[in-house]
């Protein structure tokens, strides 16, 4: 066991993303529908957001955080069926197009490979099928985003690997994904990452 990884993280996980996100997470995962998949679940906190009519695989690769989820997929809170995986967004173990949606949040600032993690979502969604997400991103602001590549290199070997700089929405964009759903929104964490974005994006034919 990992003190750091297995202990520590899943705890600052539901600290800090915790209550504070609950409107947040409850509009992402709540108009999730028909097969849905969450990438990097966490400790689980989207689960009980979920409409009865879902049925939800979850992957989440870090052994503390797939725990604690695990536990939550059994929690009365939770209506739809959920199944915890050890699974990476990187390299998902889906057939193409096989799932109505996906769903992240707070995940897309920790994968390795940002565009490659969204291509993969492309991949296993079926066209016309919404990639719902909240995530926050790059500052807008000139001077904000100065700071952000400033502390961009303690702040992700320290946070497992949050990358506080990052364009969601050209990710999006470049995997070909229709964005029209995507809004601004600010989060409720420190300044240094509260610029996020929120909303669904579509997949084309």
Known sequence: MHLLDDILFPRINDFALGEATTPLRAEVAGGARGKTLEIGAGTGLNFRHYAEGAEVIAIEPAPGMHERA??????PE??????VRDANALR?????????TVVASFVLCSVKDLDLAVAEVRRVLRPGGAFRL????????????????????VWTRLLGGCDPVRDVRAALGRAGFS???IR?????????VRAGIIGEAVRGG
């Open 70 to 75: 695990a536990r939550r997929a059994r929690s």
């Open 78 to 83: 939770v209506r739809a069926p959920v199944e």
């Open 92 to 100: 998902l173990p889906f057939a193409d197009a096989h799932f109505d």
């Open 134 to 153: 909240v995530e926050h991103v790059a500052s807008p602001d000139p001077s904000m985003r100065t700071w952000q590549r400033r502390i961009r290199p």
């Open 179 to 181: 964005i029209e759903g």
């Open 184 to 192: 601004n929104v600010e989060l409720p964490l420190p300044g240094i």
